[in-house]
């Protein structure tokens, strides 16, 4: 079975930090471009990070310098550090992986930034 499970989200202060987990299964993630996308209430879904196979990163202006993503294709996974977190930031975020015109995503994790 094919699936990607994310893990890591949860509540956080305001500029404080959160890393959010992918673990891929069923499937070699070094096959794959993958990438983070977040959703939040009312907005449609945006993407915030990829990195494709050769290591590349590619990163949305509004998490640029505080979000880094990250693959370990020896483990599985893929991770998103996210640091100096804002409210603004609060939504579910997927993880998604790419090869060719197929897409698998995540189920989803909830992020919040509050005090």
């Known amino acids: 079975q094919v699936q990607l499970v994310e893990s890591g989200g949860g509540l956080v202060q305001p500029g404080g930090s959160l890393r959010l987990s992918c673990q891929a299964s069923?499937?070699?993630?070094?096959?794959?471009?993958i990438a983070w996308f977040r959703q939040a209430p009312g907005k449609q879904r945006e993407f915030i990070a990829g990195i494709t196979r050769n290591g590349n990163t590619n990163y949305a202006d509004s998490v640029k310098g505080r979000f880094t993503i990250s693959r370990d294709n020896a483990k599985n996974t893929m991770s998103l550090q996210m640091n100096t977190l804002k409210p603004e930031d609060t939504a579910v975020y997927y993880c998604?992986?790419?090869?060719?015109?197929?897409?698998?995503w995540g189920q989803g994790t909830q992020v919040t930034v509050s005090s």
């Open positions: 069923g499937f070699s993630l070094d096959d794959y471009a």
């Open positions: 998604a992986a790419t090869i060719g015109v197929s897409v698998t």
